[in-house]
């Protein structure tokens, strides 16, 4: 069973940046697509962004287009998430699993998170 973990979150001041890993176990990392999601606190689970098995196509929701950018080292076994002009809002737990690409639907298994804490 594929497993992700994430890390790289910790606490940053409005305007700042900061990269996010998701480590796969397996070697099955570069047939999926895989994907993004942050839950804040007393919120719902939301989309960030995507990325194609390939790194060829990549997905963003529209709050985070333009600042974030997700990417994917198949020979690492690991995708990421670089985050730049963050905001408070962005302040959230942040998760990666598997993916439906085509609508963005998660299929895999929810790992702990990573803690991303925008300070204004």
């Known amino acids: 069973q594929v497993q992700l973990a994430e890390s790289g979150g910790g606490l940053v001041q409005a305007g700042g940046s900061l990269r996010l890993s998701c480590a796969a176990s397996g070697r099955t990392f570069s047939t999926y697509a895989m994907g993004w999601f942050r839950q804040a606190p007393e919120k719902a689970r939301e989309f960030v962004a995507a990325?194609?098995?390939?790194?060829?196509?990549?997905a963003y929701a529209d709050s985070v287009k333009g600042r974030f950018t997700i990417s994917r080292d198949n020979a690492k076994n690991t995708g990421y998430l670089q985050m730049n002009s963050l905001k408070p809002e962005d302040t959230a737990v942040y998760s990666c699993t598997r993916v439906r690409y085509i609508d963005r639907t998660p299929t895999g298994s929810w790992g702990q998170g990573t803690q991303v804490t925008v300070s204004s």
């Open positions: 990325i194609n098995w390939s790194g060829d196509n990549t």
